[in-house]
């Protein structure tokens, strides 16, 4: 029998164009890289937020560009186009492509964005291998989000998984055997897995009565988790700033609706007999879960670089430059590191975090 991920497809590197950096740039080798594809399970627009935030802060070139025409059907997902009076202007074409940028700190990483593609999954699913053994990519994160019965209220659960133990244990504790629709990122992930290389996945859980809304504390909570596990700084101010709006327009409609009211504090109830004895869900966060400020990031990731110093030099000499942040750093110790309330109980029907 022919092996979908090794029969014979077309040339998964005919499916992007290459800049000349990507053959000839040692800069852009060894580096972490984070996916996120938009169209499928991005409750409160989150991952699309998370694109738009990296992407905007430098709006870096393109390293490859995929051809989208052979990967997305129009017809199911029609670009936005703009009409001023008497024509035609303003043409969103889709992009879906990997771009090298820069955290907080200036430490490079690559990203992985776009729509998600209609067609090809097997052949865009190579050419991601492909182009993760060719830049010699040291961990691949990705992340999206789903509607949850959870509330506004209290902080957001993060379902993790892939094979970076270290990252899953003590974030994802409840871990069932379901079957549910798949996404073109779980593809990419198994695939990835059997060509033995580092991946993982997080899954933002968004309260479901605000998942067709733009939620940015949901965007907030996918950098969070994808700065811990990749020791980079990456940018939330501007997110952070429009939850905190988002949040106060939340309150008065729940304040102004005795069945909102009643539905949040059911929901309450259910978080808070279940996470009882949760520690609190993020190394950054404070004790009553403030938000920090971007100087608290900037000094947290510089602590964070200035104690692995000594493994550094020590696993420069002994690998031959590979040290432990070169190996994509080590994640925050289980108790420390962002919790999740993945676990929370679900109604009959609802649909198990993936």
């Known amino acids: ?25 040692e800069g852009i080798r060894g580096l972490p890289l984070i996916m996120g594809f938009t169209g499928f399970a991005d409750a409160g627009h989150a991952v699309r937020q998370i694109i738009d935030e990296l992407i905007s802060v430098q709006g870096a070139g393109a390293l490859a560009a995929f051809d989208v025409d052979q990967l997305l059907d129009y017809r199911s997902r029609r670009p936005r186009i703009r009409f001023v009076e008497d024509h035609l202007e303003d043409y969103d074409a889709p992009a879906l492509a990997l771009y090298r940028l820069q955290d907080g700190l ?6 992985l964005a776009g729509p998600e593609p209609d067609l ?12 993760v053994e060719r830049l010699e990519v040291r961990q691949t994160l990705w992340v999206h989000a789903i509607p949850m019965p959870v509330p506004h209220t209290r902080p957001l659960g993060v379902t993790v998984h892939g094979n970076r133990p270290e990252l899953v244990e003590g974030i994802s504790r409840w871990k069932p ?14 695939r990835l897995i059997e060509a033995g290389h580092d991946v993982t996945g997080f899954v933002v859980h968004v309260p479901h009565y605000l998942a067709e809304a733009e939620y940015p504390a949901a965007a907030v909570t996918g950098l969070e988790h ?39 504090a059911g929901l ?17 966060a404070g004790p009553a879960d403030e938000l920090p400020t971007a100087e608290d990031l900037g000094a947290a990731v510089e602590a964070y670089l200035a104690a692995h110093g000594d493994e550094d030099a020590e696993g420069d000499s002994n690998s031959g430059g590979t040290g432990a942040a070169d190996d994509g750093g080590a994640p ?6 962002p919790q999740s309330a993945d676990d929370v109980p679900r109604g009959e029907g609802e649909e198990p975090p993936h």
């Open 1 to 25: 029998m022919i092996d979908p991920a090794t029969g014979p497809l077309q040339d998964p590197a005919g499916l992007y164009t290459a800049a000349l950096e990507l053959s000839g740039d």
């Open 106 to 111: 200036g430490r490079p990483y690559l990203l």
């Open 120 to 131: 090809q999954w097997e052949r865009f699913a190579r050419a991601v291998v492909g182009l």
């Open 177 to 190: 055997v379901v079957e549910f629709p798949g996404a073109v990122g779980h593809l990419v992930e198994i």
């Open 226 to 264: 994808l700065g811990a596990a990749a020791s980079l700084m990456l940018p939330s101010d501007r997110l952070r700033e429009a939850s905190r709006e988002v949040e106060r327009q939340v309150a008065e409609q729940v304040a102004a609706s005795a069945e909102i009211r009643e539905l949040v």
């Open 268 to 284: 309450e109830e259910r978080f808070d007999d279940h996470t009882a004895d949760v520690p609190r869900r993020s190394l950054l």
């Open 332 to 337: 925050p110790a289980a108790g420390s590191s």
